[in-house]
């Protein structure tokens, strides 16, 4: 996916995310952004494999949750980061609009997986992603994220089972250009 900064992509759920740049930096790129996040939205719990994600509420509560741990909230001018590895969640837990500034480390397919993420759930009208699409793009990048809120069945028998169909059927097709998966080191 060859990227022109600043690139913004929305949901049909109340998110927009632009991604302002790339940061080299000699322990990996460091991927810049901005989220603006709808009253009572925001991503379900999940996790990023190998890169942590960091956020600045410039206006607005944000509302955040680290797996096993209480729910949690920030102000203006207060920071959170998730680690690699670690499950998390967070919403708009305000009246207003909610605006962070972000960054992401390292970048990896980020870029492509939510954009990708993005489209599907448009295509399905909620925060579900279009069924295929979301095979696809949690079986092709699970070692880089999965979708924790998801049953544990689901995610290891029913997704790939759809995935193997979608193949059958050639749903895959507008993923031509899709970046390979990031592994640990």
Not at 40 to 60: A, I, R
Not at 106 to 123: D, E, G, R
Request: glycine share 8%; with cysteine.
């Amino acid at each position: 996916m060859n990227t022109t900064y600043p690139y913004t992509i929305e949901n049909s759920q109340g998110e927009r995310l632009t991604f302002l740049g790339v940061v080299r930096e000699p322990d990996g790129d460091k991927l810049l952004g901005e989220n603006f996040v709808a009253p009572g939205s925001g991503p379900p719990m999940h996790v990023h494999w190998l890169q942590e994600e960091c956020f600045t509420v410039v206006k607005g509560t944000i509302g955040y949750q680290i797996q096993g741990q209480p729910e949690q909230f920030a102000g203006v001018g207060e920071t959170i980061l998730f680690k690699r590895g670690e499950a998390h969640r967070f919403w708009n837990a305000g009246t207003d609009a909610l605006q962070c500034t972000a960054w992401v480390k390292p970048a990896n397919t980020l870029v492509f997986y939510l954009s990708a993420i993005f489209a599907a759930q448009k295509k399905s009208n909620s925060l579900r992603p279009e069924l295929f699409d979301a095979a696809y793009l949690l079986t092709r990048y699970a070692s880089e994220y999965d979708m924790i809120d998801m049953p544990r069945f689901v995610r290891r028998v029913v997704i790939p089972i759809i995935y193997a169909t979608g193949k059958l059927l050639k749903k895959y097709d507008h993923f031509s250009d899709a970046p390979a998966p990031v592994t640990a080191n």
